[in-house]
């Protein structure tokens, strides 16, 4: 089981808060680290100093940091071109040495758009679907020929489909709760379907469904890397899990319920419950960026027995 780290910057955290947890992301032995893509603060938080851009912030991250992989859940569809994002992702990935992997989703939380005057349309999904095929094309298409497309959203005309990411295929990332069309999408584009903040029983069956659109679409099962995104709420105690569930204003029952809560031991049992699901990959949703002693807890009592396992 591999557990990676995802941060919700918006929230309340500039740049320098995320160099800090990516770096001791990577000291202390995870294997990625993953950020939201909002404008916004969300609940009661003051979002102070202010939003971060994901890409621009993953950019700075990809030259600081040398092992860990780097990504997005999920780049809203909304915030870019798909062109633009192309060369963006493309972009990073060669200053990161080939460490990255796009999430994609087509945006949902319609407030930040109008905070910052982007559009937000009603044909989200259909438009997700022309964007991956837009920017897997991009980067699939060999050095020296050129690239078209003409959909219903996006016009490409003899684009030189430059510049090409450092690795022969970036990690593409595709999730949700939807029953039909996400799991047709993921089975044609996605590398890794992802369900974000599930229960073991909604996750299974996802994950089922997911599986078989991938069949139907001509591919194994098994070609897809499935993966879970939970809150994480780790104490030595149950004081310590307390004081962590107070800090981000949470209930410890509620995030035992629907995270990743309690002591080292009942974080790993419900790890491997999620893992019997046929999850390989759990992001581990850290919304406390300056509680660094949760992750160093986290590396030296969950990692080590899953290590076991």
């Known amino acids: 089981m591999d557990l990676r780290i995802f941060t919700e910057p918006q929230q309340g955290a500039g740049y320098d808060t995320l160099l800090t947890v990516a770096k001791a992301t990577e000291d202390l032995g995870f294997d990625a680290f993953f950020r939201s893509d909002h404008y916004l603060r969300m609940g009661s938080a003051d979002g102070l100093p202010g939003p971060t851009d994901a890409w621009i912030t993953l950019a700075g991250l990809a030259r600081e940091t040398k092992r860990i992989r780097l990504g997005t859940l999920m780049t809203a569809g909304t915030f870019r071109l798909p062109g633009v994002l192309a060369i963006q992702v493309a972009q990073v990935d060669q200053m990161s040495g080939g460490r990255v992997e ?71 990332l595709i999730g ?73 204003g949470r209930e410890v029952e509620e995030l035992k319920a629907n995270g990743l809560a309690g002591s080292p031991a009942e974080v790993v049992e419900k790890i491997g419950k999620y893992e019997a699901t046929g999850s390989s990959r759990i992001y581990l949703q850290l919304l406390d960026l300056d509680d660094l002693d949760h992750l160093e807890l986290i590396s030296s009592t969950v990692l080590p027995q899953l290590n076991r396992a």
């Open 176 to 248: 949700g709760h939807g029953a039909t069309r996400t799991p047709r999408l993921a089975a044609q584009y996605a590398d890794e379907f992802n369900i974000p903040f599930a229960s073991i029983e909604d996750s299974e069956r996802q994950f089922t469904r997911v599986k078989a659109a991938a069949e139907a679409a001509g591919r194994r099962a098994d070609d897809l890397v499935y993966s879970n995104a939970l809150v994480v709420c780790v104490g030595k105690d149950d004081a310590e899990v307390a004081r962590r569930a107070a800090a981000i």
């Open 102 to 172: 796009l999430g994609l989703g087509a945006g949902w939380f319609e407030e930040e758009h109008k905070a910052y005057g982007i559009p937000f349309p009603k044909e989200k999904f259909a438009r997700l679907e022309e964007q991956l095929a837009i920017v897997t094309g991009l980067w699939a298409t060999e050095v020296g020929r050129t690239f078209d497309f003409h959909g219903t959203y996006y016009q490409l005309n003899d684009s030189p489909a430059l510049p090409k990411p450092a690795q022969a295929k970036v990690p593409v």
